[in-house]
């Protein structure tokens, strides 16, 4: 079996290979930091577009998306992970009226008919501790069984369509790009 072996003696190719090694070494370092930025400006991005989106609160948002996993190491993966089910009533800036309470899901405000909030006949309404500001719609004609009214707006599946999706998709993968060409260039040089 025969080896070969081949040499350059030119400078050129001793500094690119100098340049590989350090790339090598340098760039593996470097990448997980760069997607943790984009993962944070895109979650920003995600935030910022599912609070207009759903019609809940920013903080209520935040909370949902909680922290994302970051990026380290061999992983190179940022990952946003949601929570929420069907979303209650009550944290949609609900209102009571005469057919029913209305509230702002997807950033609209919608009558519920048949729901309510408060104790009493109208016009005299008052607050009842026990309903604890929920929204409520009654399961019998007798009102004696009463179950909480639900938006049907799903956190998870609002991220993942619509504006917020879109948002995701015009801010990460142009940057990342941006950033990583960058990294290259800065480290090559």
């Given at each position: 079996?025969?080896v ?14 100098k ?71 009550k ?8 057919k ?16 309510f ?38 956190i ?31 480290l090559?040089?």
């Open positions: 079996m025969a070969i072996i081949a040499r350059w003696a030119d400078d050129n190719i001793r500094r690119y290979g340049q590989l090694d350090e790339l090598n070494t340098k760039f593996p370092k470097v990448l997980p930091r760069i997607v943790n930025q984009v993962g944070d400006r895109s979650k920003t991005q995600v935030i910022r577009n599912l609070t207009k989106q759903t019609g809940l609160p920013r903080k209520t948002i935040v909370r949902a998306i909680g922290d994302p996993t970051r990026a380290h190491g061999r992983s190179l993966a940022y990952t946003m992970t949601t929570r929420g089910g069907n979303i209650r009533l944290y949609l800036a609900p209102r009571e009226t005469r029913g309470v209305t509230a702002t899901p997807w950033g609209k405000r919608q009558l519920f008919a048949g729901t909030m408060r104790g009493g006949k109208f016009p005299n309404r008052v607050d009842a501790p026990a309903l604890g500001g929920h929204v409520w719609r009654r399961l019998n004609k007798s009102g004696t069984r009463i179950t909480q009214a639900r938006s049907g707006m799903f998870p599946v609002e991220m993942t369509s619509g504006a917020t999706a879109a948002a995701f998709q015009r801010i990460a993968g142009p940057l990342l790009k941006e950033r990583v060409d960058a990294a290259i260039v800065k090559l040089h």
